[in-house]
């Protein structure tokens, strides 16, 4: 390449090019203080220079490195170890085409002669862009992840708190852990490996309501539209579903008294307005009781306030002697999944 | 102190209505989004706000509080994600979730005077 250079060096620095070009990393061959002999197409290609731009001069004022004056001497540092022997290693953003960045895992490494002198310095560096990329999406999905947990734990607190405020003391341990495990289902058919926190209020409902429902499937229908629910939301309508299938089983269709119960959510219409309803018809009506205050507390103040905040709406509740019925209609926000996703999954 | 609550899980709403009130204060409503929350305080004028950072209506908390406060409403923050918040936020304070009935105290306090 030198002008002057026999044809022996010729041919030898003819295979050293194709030796640089045949790695799949960025290389580069270096004089042992840092003037560039050889670059490897790809790594001229990224910066859009040629060989002449940069042969003979120091490697650190190269286009890669240029934009930043202490990547540059990070860089001489490195040469300097190398030519004292050292191998260093390390990631920088190198400057591609266009003032682009790609994230490179770099290599500075010394070529000894026979006698073991320095000769030569050979610069290397894959391409880890892909690599950091994925990393930070990682980091972003452990953040949430994180963010998440610590609203579990508030909702649990929360629950553990409203049952003591509401239950009979000998009754409130049963009543809350029959909550969490509410919680719990609706966590695990939200969080199926396939999908990203939704389900459809089916697949929520008849798992919330399964435990409940032991040889009285019959007696219950679900009517469900085809857009997914999305986590946070979902999760509370799963709670509410509970508190509604444990009363009943007290006190309404579901006691052996019998009857039926329709439970639907309709998708949401073109201006966002969803329904939400809970029917109870009983075969005989109950004889009048006492009501128990205590427990309508929890349930109906729970339904109320929660159902009336996933809809932003009042709540009708009518609770005549053949049990409960219950409708709410609204716009419930960050209750259905964006529609796109929700049309993308299986 | 007359109490707003911005809060997109019911829930959480829910027990901080229930802590707020044992420690005397009164809510005048629980909100899920940052517009109906504003059009509340528009109305009512309480005395301090508690937000989440993130609403049912998106990331909208840092928005409510700064609003909320050119209106000469002081925000209490209730976070999850406090740690990840790196833009400046206009409240009084900021309580990490779950917050302890003595943190709320301590907050609320720090209002009053």
């Not at chain 1, 240029?66 to 260093?88: C, H, K, M, N, V």
Request: hydrophobic fraction near 40%; include cysteine; proline fraction near 4%.
């Amino acid at each position: 390449m030198t002008i002057g250079q026999t044809e022996t060096d010729q041919g030898l620095d003819n295979r050293v090019h194709q030796l640089l070009n045949r790695t799949i990393a960025f290389a580069a061959l270096l004089t042992p203080d840092g003037r560039v002999r050889d670059v490897s197409d790809s790594a001229l290609q990224a910066a859009g220079i040629t060989l002449a731009d940069v042969a003979g001069r120091p490697f650190w004022d190269g286009y890669w490195f240029s934009y930043d004056t202490r990547l540059q001497d990070r860089i001489r540092a490195s040469i300097e170890a190398a030519a004292r022997g050292e191998t260093s290693r390390f990631d920088y953003a190198a400057r591609i085409v266009g003032d682009g960045r790609l994230i490179v895992d770099f290599q500075m490494a010394p070529i000894h002669d026979d006698r073991g002198r320095v000769v030569e310095l050979l610069a290397s560096g894959f391409d880890v862009t892909e690599r950091e990329e994925s990393k930070k999406r990682v980091e972003a999905a452990l953040r949430e992840a994180s963010h998440r947990i610590k609203n579990l734990f508030a909702t649990v607190r929360a629950m553990a708190r409203l049952t003591r405020q509401f239950s009979r003391p000998e009754q409130a341990l049963d009543d809350f852990v029959g909550r969490l495990e509410a919680l719990a289902t609706a966590h695990r058919v939200l969080g199926a490996a396939d999908r990203l926190g939704w389900a459809r209020f089916d697949e929520l409902a008849r798992e919330v309501l399964k435990p409940y429902l032991s040889g009285m499937e019959n007696r219950i229908t679900i009517v469900s539209g085809d857009r997914g629910l999305f986590r946070d939301q979902a999760k509370l309508l799963g709670l509410c579903l509970h508190e509604l299938v444990t009363n009943s089983l007290k006190h309404g269709a579901l006691s052996p008294a019998g009857g039926r119960i329709e439970v639907g959510l309709t998708d949401p219409s073109a201006d966002g307005r969803a329904t939400f309803h809970w029917t109870e018809t009983r075969v005989t009506p109950a004889p009048a009781a006492a009501p128990d205050t205590r427990r309508q507390g929890y349930g109906l103040h729970f339904l109320r306030s929660t159902l009336g905040g996933i809809f932003q709406a009042e709540v009708a509740i009518d609770i005549p002697p053949g049990g409960l019925s219950l409708s709410v209609t609204g716009m419930p926000a960050g209750l259905f999944e964006r529609s796109e996703t929700a049309e993308s999954a299986p | 102190m007359n109490i707003l609550i911005c809060e997109d899980n019911v829930l959480l709403a829910l027990d901080l209505e229930y802590q707020v009130g044992l420690l005397g204060h009164t809510v005048l409503g629980r909100y899920t989004t940052s517009t109906a929350a504003l059009d509340r305080a528009r109305q009512a004028a309480p005395d301090v706000a508690l937000v989440d950072l993130t609403l049912a209506d998106g990331r909208t908390g840092p928005r409510l509080i700064a609003e909320l406060r050119g209106m000469g409403i002081p925000s209490i923050v209730i976070s999850g994600e406090l740690r990840h918040h790196t833009e400046p936020l206009e409240a009084l304070c900021t309580l990490e979730k779950p917050v302890s009935d003595m943190e709320l105290r301590t907050a609320l306090a720090r209002v009053a005077n």
